[in-house]
């Protein structure tokens, strides 16, 4: 008597094989093009953040160099000011985390057509320890002006210059493409 044999097949073909691996292949393609994106977007979030760092530290030193302000007490520590540049004696702290008297300007500057908004820092005594340098505070914008606040009733009363004395004004006003920075001076109440 004959007995009926049903064979299983194993294994795959070789076209089910070639099938496989180009499934595979657009599943792998697709995972690196998902990586790359997440890792282009966690780039330009990193860059936003350090950007944003960036402007948050350079209005805080701004702040700090305008409430810090000293005029009149030693030597040549006047005040003066143009649209463009505003110059100043105050305490800037050095790297060793102390404060010392320094010299500032505060200028509107253009450099390889972008418009530029520096302080200049230089140490009030040939031996002091406040880094001299170039610190950018804003770039990019399209105008800028300075402005000095010396009447706060009614609106305030701004001024376009502030002759060198030893009379500052109440605020600077930073304009920067229509938006106002007013940097207060000193500590008033």
Do not use: K
């Amino acid at each position: 008597m004959p007995t009926n044999v049903t064979g299983t097949r194993r294994g795959f073909t070789l076209v089910e094989l070639m099938v496989s691996l180009v499934v595979c292949g657009f599943v792998l393609l697709g995972a690196r093009m998902m990586f790359d994106g997440l890792a282009g977007a966690a780039h330009r979030t990193m860059l936003a953040a350090r950007e944003a760092d960036r402007v948050a530290n350079a209005d805080h030193l701004t702040r700090m160099l305008f409430a810090r302000l000293e005029i009149g007490l030693v030597g040549d520590t006047t005040f003066g000011g143009d649209p463009r540049s505003v110059h100043f004696s105050t305490w800037c702290q050095t790297p060793f985390g102390w404060l010392e008297r320094c010299h500032a300007l505060i200028a509107l500057e253009v450099y390889r057509d972008t418009n530029l908004l520096v302080a200049h820092l230089a140490p009030s005594e040939p031996r002091g320890n406040v880094g001299v340098g170039r610190l950018i505070l804003a770039r990019g914008f399209r105008s800028g002006a300075l402005r000095y606040l010396n009447d706060p009733r009614a609106g305030g009363r701004w001024f376009v210059t502030w002759g060198d004395g030893i009379v500052a004004p109440l605020a600077v006003g930073v304009m920067l493409d229509g938006d106002t920075a007013i940097m207060r001076i000193g500590e008033r109440g």
